[in-house]
């Protein structure tokens, strides 16, 4: 049974870098029909999506977020990460990961349960 | 960019049909998705591929995509059906998500 799980600081300070990583379990991060992405939903209100990476290392980011994001797959470890760097506090959110289904059209199948990233200092 | 449209909220009483509507231009061109969403979780995928269920969502939940518009609909709707709703897209490689529905079961 797949599982994708966020871990990371809850809280970072304005201007710095908020750092992310899913873990995934019960699947191969290595395969060629997902990709991995992320999304994020501040406090009440809907879903934006961040971007997406397949393994091989090619990167998809919301145009919105393009030039403050980085995303990267650790095969080793069935890992891969989100980097946003000079944050404030418009980006305060619940930070979700999730598995793209290729061969079903991209549907993001796959969830994981989220993690609450709060930006102050 | 591209846009999905979705109305803020929808009222149905326990046993009847709610409908929910997502507008992009030309969206019935695209395949869409539904997810719910209740206090405090993360997105559960309902409708995938337009009108596809996933393993284990209830037939009460239907859907389908022409034109400008896809529509969901739960059928017999239960009052576990409260939440979130939002349909989601791909224009070209990137998502975007409706602007939400908050579904209630009066």
């Known amino acids: 049974q797949l599982q994708l799980q966020e871990s990371g600081p809850g809280l970072v300070k304005p201007s710095e870098t908020l750092s992310l990583t899913c873990t995934v379990s019960?699947?191969?991060?290595?395969?060629?029909?997902?990709?991995w992405g992320w999304i994020r939903q501040p406090p009440g209100k809907g879903l934006e999506w961040i971007g997406n990476i397949y393994y091989s290392g090619i990167t998809y980011y919301n145009p919105s977020l393009k030039s403050r994001v980085t995303m990267s797959v650790d095969s080793s470890k069935n890992q891969f990460s989100l980097k946003v760097n000079s944050v404030t506090a418009a980006d305060t959110a619940v930070y979700y990961c999730?598995?793209?289904?290729?061969?079903?059209?991209?549907?993001?199948?796959?969830w994981g349960q989220g993690t609450l990233v709060t930006v102050s200092s | 960019s591209y846009e999905l449209a979705q109305p803020p909220s929808v009222s149905v009483s326990p046993g009847q049909t709610a409908i929910i509507s997502c507008s992009g231009d030309?969206?019935?061109?695209?395949?869409a998705s539904w997810f719910q969403q209740k206090p405090g979780q993360s997105p559960l995928l309902v409708i995938y591929e337009n009108g596809k269920r996933p393993s284990g969502i209830p037939a009460r939940f239907s859907g389908s995509n022409s034109g400008n518009t896809a529509t969901l609909t739960i059928s017999g709707t239960q009052a576990m059906d409260e939440g979130d709703y939002y349909c989601?897209?791909?224009?070209?490689?990137?998502?975007?998500f409706g602007t939400g529905t908050k579904v209630t079961v009066l």
């Open positions: 999730a598995r793209r289904e290729e061969v079903m059209a991209g549907t993001l199948e796959y």
């Open positions: 989601q897209a791909w224009d070209y490689n990137t998502a975007v």
């Open positions: 019960g699947g191969s991060i290595t395969s060629s029909d997902y990709s």
């Open positions: 030309d969206l019935g061109d695209k395949y």
